[in-house]
């Protein structure tokens, strides 16, 4: 891993913790007497809820199809033009 790839996964993981923290902070601001158990409970569902919206909007924003011309897969988000997923064959 270059020294870049290695400082932007550590930003990443910051940024990562810190959102924890906040959540954390918030959920003990709404009932101070949640255990640890109950926070980190919490937080799971969160992120299971979180990954399943982004699943559905992702579903809702992107079509995927074959290219009538090389038969590679193609894509489309929203509006935009449908764009080979790979480059296409020479």
Known sequence: M???AYLAATEDQ??????AGHI???LLAEN???SGQ???GQLDQL???VSEKAERV???LVAEAEC???GHSVMRVGDSAWRHNAAPPM
């Open 2 to 4: 270059s020294d870049a």
């Open 32 to 34: 101070p007497e949640l």
């Open 47 to 49: 992120v299971i809820d």
């Open 24 to 26: 954390k902070r918030q």
């Open 68 to 70: 009538r011309h090389c």
């Open 58 to 60: 992702t579903a809702e």
């Open 14 to 19: 910051v940024r990562v913790l810190r959102e």
């Open 38 to 40: 109950d926070v980190l």
